[in-house]
């Protein structure tokens, strides 16, 4: 079992910026999976990206340039660190990881871009 604990949301102005880190309860070294989901009110919950354990990376279409996901094993813990923030970016994101066919997902952190 992982326990998933997501921080750093807020309020943003568009064109800001935001990093998002997500703790891990133990070691992420072996998890095959990690990735950053989103939803936005009224929408179903999407992919935003993800990090494989040999490195690779994958993004969303519409965060493509201006959001990196990143994964520090040591303090076992993944980053989304977001730039160029739109309105349309406004959603709870939550953290999620993959590993022996289980998931692991946490509780959410609220990101609003609004001026």
């Known amino acids: 079992q992982v326990q998933l604990v997501e921080s750093g949301g807020g309020l943003v102005q568009p064109g800001g910026s935001l990093r998002l880190s997500c703790a891990a309860s133990r070691s992420i070294f072996t998890i095959y999976t990690m990735g950053w989901y989103r939803q936005a009110p009224g929408k179903q919950r999407e992919l935003v990206a993800t990090?494989?354990?040999?490195?690779?990376?994958n993004y969303a279409d519409s965060v493509k340039g201006r959001f990196t996901i990143s994964r520090d094993s040591a303090k076992n813990t993944v980053y989304l660190e977001m730039n160029s923030l739109k309105p349309e970016d406004t959603a709870v994101y939550y953290c999620?990881?993959?590993?022996?066919?289980?998931?692991?997902w946490g509780q959410g952190t609220q990101v609003i871009v609004s001026s």
């Open positions: 990090h494989l354990i040999g490195g690779s990376t």
């Open positions: 999620h990881g993959k590993s022996g066919g289980l998931d692991y």
